[in-house]
């Protein structure tokens, strides 16, 4: 199927540098913002790259719990496919696509886990049914039909039937600490804005970037 003749041109203000700050994670605050404001569909979503010791990229969309200067926090079990590559290549990519505003914001660094006491504090403030799903998932495992999984299901609402879900201890969260964040914003004939910040140090370096 040839669909090469698909295309729209992207008519939106432009982005020049004085309307960016010179912190890269306060700049992703006021996007973050615009997007959560224009009623995007699950504005936190954000594509995952990973790498693992084969060399194969892998890539899978996760939604963004927390972030600050520290970097931006996901969460997921870790004995899943991403965690195992993640501990074999600690290095990671975001991609958020806002495409209902022509922008899209992609980030490149070093993954570390989290703390186990903000892995608690955010399992804690998940949907019961969510915490006791954490618990049933043996994730990216081969299973042999859902019946097994809603079985497993029932086993863990009746081992919780009382009291607090506890917090797995293979279960929890990662921080992709930002070495490289790019704003990007569609422009009119493929002549796109780009901005690149490049951590140096404790600062930033503000390039633009052809498109």
Avoid: C
């Avoid at 399992?123 to 042999?144: L, Y």
């Avoid at 990662?174 to 493929?190: K, L």
Wanted: charged fraction near 30%; charge should be negative; aromatic fraction near 12%.
């Amino acid at each position: 199927m040839d669909i090469g003749d698909m295309r729209r041109d992207f008519e939106s203000e432009g982005l020049d540098r004085e309307h960016l700050d010179d912190d890269p994670v306060i700049q992703f605050e006021i996007w973050f913002e615009d997007a959560r404001k224009a009623g995007l569909l699950e504005p936190n979503a954000m594509s995952l790259a990973t790498t693992g010791s084969d060399g194969l990229p892998d890539l899978r969309t996760v939604l963004l719990k927390y972030f600050d200067d520290r970097g931006f926090v996901f969460y997921t079990n870790y004995g899943s496919r991403k965690a195992r590559e993640i501990d074999e290549n600690p290095q990671a990519a975001l991609l958020f696509p806002w495409i209902g505003l022509n922008r899209q914001l992609r980030i490149q660094g070093a993954v570390e886990k989290v703390s186990k006491a903000e892995s608690l504090r955010y399992f804690s403030s998940r949907p019961r049914g969510s915490q006791i799903g954490a618990w049933v998932s043996e994730q990216s495992q081969v299973i042999t039909s859902r019946g097994l999984l809603e079985q497993k299901i029932n086993e863990m609402k009746q081992k919780f039937s009382s009291g607090e879900v506890p917090l797995p201890d293979f279960w929890g969260g990662y921080r992709v600490v930002p070495e490289r964040i790019e704003f990007w914003q569609g422009r009119p004939s493929r002549l796109h804005d780009r901005f690149e910040y490049i951590r140096e140090g404790n600062a930033w370096t503000i390039h633009r970037l052809q498109p």
